[in-house]
């Protein structure tokens, strides 16, 4: 007989069982996941169209913020299901509450760059669209914090910090404020929001979060933010065409850009993130956090693609060389997230792993070096796939045996 209930009237909230067999993403959390396509969309789009039109420096301070907000909202709730998720009526309507959230902030995106690129922060939509997430979330706390005796000062904590931070951020999004001053202005809400989490899992009750599930959440996020670059390489191909109709190049791009995708998709999986997670539950702070710029990474290389396809539809001046920035310098930050995130996960540095770091540095550059002779497209963008690469076949030659011989390190 299955042990799955066949209703959803409210149930009290416990903490589940870390522990807990065969953990895998629910049906709900998919469907939440789905709302951030839009929101990593969104993002993608303004950054390309951004730096494009030569606002670089002003887009990815926009581009910054708003990858915070989406990240930090989907980080909140996912930790908080995989520790107390009782899929009852009352969590899912909650987490419809935080999907229109997510679409409200979506929509707010524009205006977030528009008013960085004028001279203020006006995050506007932003912050009504985060108004309404963390209502669903202050409620899903409380629950926990009435229902759960273990972990209601945990919860209350939570429900706290997350209430003190929003009230600052309405603040804000009514504040019109000049860029610096709201950039400064914003410093201590970062603070409130990343410190407080910190300090309720440390110093009160532990939350039960289940560590393979929360590996699969993590990798499956990475998995949409990857469809940016998947979006990138078919906006690209599509522009190609117009241009110059079907060509062997439209084929190779086609090609490397999916080969991108997939290379960065091969490279992140390497890391048995579940496995560590368990063994080292405290280091999850800093995996989870870190994964904020692996997003934004993979979500700018995705927009560096875009950037591609403006350039060649005539849309954009820039050069060549600036194009082979625009995906090959977020491509250089994910890989330097992922060694970074896999060292301090596995509490060691193999030297190793700074020998395929440096080969992949060493594809990029090429990359940018191709196109600064004048070389198509086609070809500076399969050096950028390369990097990647270098890291696969290392992995999969020689890193692996690394790899086992520190967990069987850490089992002994």
Do not use: K
């Amino acid at each position: 007989m299955t042990s799955v209930p066949l209703h959803h009237r409210l149930r009290r909230i416990q903490g589940r069982d870390p522990g807990e067999p065969h953990r895998a993403s629910s049906p709900l959390e998919l469907l939440f996941d789905l709302t951030f396509v839009i929101a990593f969309g969104a993002t993608s789009t303004q950054l390309a169209h951004a730096i494009a039109g030569g606002h670089t420096a002003s887009g990815l301070l926009a581009f910054g913020f708003s990858t915070f907000a989406v990240s930090w909202a989907w980080i909140n709730y996912s930790w908080w299901a995989s520790a107390f998720d009782t899929d009852d009526w009352y969590v899912r309507l909650m987490t419809l509450v935080q999907m229109v959230g997510v679409l409200i902030l979506s929509l707010g995106v524009p205006q977030v760059f528009a008013s960085i690129e004028e001279g203020e922060l006006d995050p506007g939509l932003v912050v009504a669209g985060y108004i309404v997430m963390r209502l669903g979330m202050l409620a899903l706390w409380l629950r926990v914090a009435v229902q759960d005796p273990v972990h209601r000062r945990t919860a209350l904590a939570f429900a706290g910090s997350l209430l003190l931070a929003q009230l600052g951020w309405v603040a804000l999004g009514l504040g019109h404020l000049p860029l610096v001053a709201g950039l400064v202005a914003a410093v201590p809400l970062y603070l409130i929001e990343t410190v407080g989490p910190i300090f309720a899992e440390n110093r009160l009750q532990r939350t039960p979060w289940h560590p393979h599930h929360i590996a699969e959440r993590y990798g499956l996020l990475v998995i949409i933010t990857l469809g940016e670059v998947v979006l990138g390489t078919a906006t690209t191909i599509s522009a190609i065409v117009q241009e110059s109709g079907w060509t062997a190049d439209a084929a190779i791009v086609g090609f490397a850009g999916t080969a991108l995708a997939f290379a960065l998709w091969w490279m992140y999986f390497m890391l048995p993130s579940g496995v560590l997670l368990a063994r080292f539950p405290r280091r999850g702070f800093v995996w989870g956090y870190g994964h904020i710029v692996l997003f934004g990474a993979l979500v700018a290389t995705g927009a560096g693609l875009d950037v591609a396809a403006l350039t060649t539809e005539g849309e954009s001046h820039l050069t060549s060389v600036a194009v082979a920035l625009a995906v090959a310098v977020p491509t250089w930050v994910l890989l330097t997230a992922f060694f970074a995130l896999y060292s301090l996960l596995i509490g060691t540095f193999d030297p190793f792993h700074l020998l395929l770091y440096l080969g992949a540095l060493v594809m990029l550059a090429a990359a940018v070096g191709v196109a600064a002779v004048g070389l198509p497209l086609a070809v500076w963008l399969s050096f950028v796939v390369l990097a990647p690469v270098v890291v696969i076949v290392g992995y999969e030659t020689v890193g692996y045996r690394h790899q086992a011989e520190r967990l069987a390190e850490l089992d002994a």
